[in-house]
């Protein structure tokens, strides 16, 4: 069964400043993908970027861009220029690509917090 | 405003009550789910539907029932709930059950089991 590890429960970072968030994965597919989904206070959680496997570029959403290492099975989030409404639970999900949507699993999540 | 609307917001019953959550998606999507998150743990998939019908059940306590009367709509029923069953219940939907069709998630009912 695949496996999603973010490995720190909190983390915590100054306003305009840059913070990497971690997620490592465990599988044995050679295509699927990864999401980084952040739930603020209001609970809703929203799609903040994605990664298909097969493709070497890193995505980059604004202020959010991954580093996608395939042979690692890395996938960190990096939010630049720090800001208050970035404060949020963040988790990290992998999707096999031959499956649907019912086979999404998420890690932990990791707890940001942004200081003025 | 969310495409995805969750009602109650939160919601505190005793272990002999039956009660009921509510969905609406207003995103003309054809997949629906149930999500159960707890502290720190991964999000748990309870249920899946498309086009209203159950795809997925991934072996939930019979004490939850869900219903999707309609592509819109999704109900899930509760009755006779255990304390540890107290968690943040989420729903979502997407325009297909297919890898690239993103979910998108409503606020959530917090359930508290008394």
């Known amino acids: 069964a695949q496996t999603v590890t973010q490995s720190q429960p909190e983390m915590s970072v100054q306003e305009a400043e840059t913070v990497t968030l971690s997620c490592t994965y465990d599988?044995?597919?050679?295509?699927?993908?990864l999401f980084w989904y952040k739930q603020p206070p209001s609970r809703q959680m929203i799609l903040v970027i994605r990664q298909e496997a097969y493709k070497q570029q890193n995505a980059t959403e604004n202020r959010f861009s991954v580093n996608f290492q395939k042979a690692a099975k890395s996938f960190s989030l990096k939010i630049s220029d720090s800001q208050l409404g970035d404060a949020a639970m963040y988790f990290c999900?992998?999707?096999?690509?031959?499956?649907?949507?019912?086979?999404?699993?998420f890690g932990t999540g990791t707890r940001l917090t942004i200081i003025p | 405003e969310t495409g995805v609307t969750q009602t109650p917001r939160h919601l505190v019953m005793g272990m002999t009550n039956k009660k009921s959550l509510k969905c609406e998606q207003h995103?003309?999507?054809?997949?629906m789910y149930w999500y159960k998150q707890s502290a720190k743990k991964p999000l748990e998939l309870m249920f899946v539907?498309?086009?209203?019908?159950?795809?997925e059940n991934n072996s939930v306590p019979s004490r939850f029932s869900p219903e999707c009367p309609n592509s819109s709509h999704l109900f899930l029923h509760l009755h006779t709930l255990q304390p540890e069953d107290s968690a943040l219940y989420l729903c979502a939907s997407s325009q297909d059950r297919v890898y690239n069709s993103p979910l998108h998630f409503g606020n959530g009912t917090r359930l508290t089991v008394t």
């Open positions: 995103l003309g999507h054809n997949a």
């Open positions: 599988t044995s597919e050679s295509d699927y993908y």
């Open positions: 999900a992998y999707l096999p690509t031959n499956f649907g949507n019912e086979k999404l699993t």
């Open positions: 539907y498309s086009l209203e019908e159950r795809v």
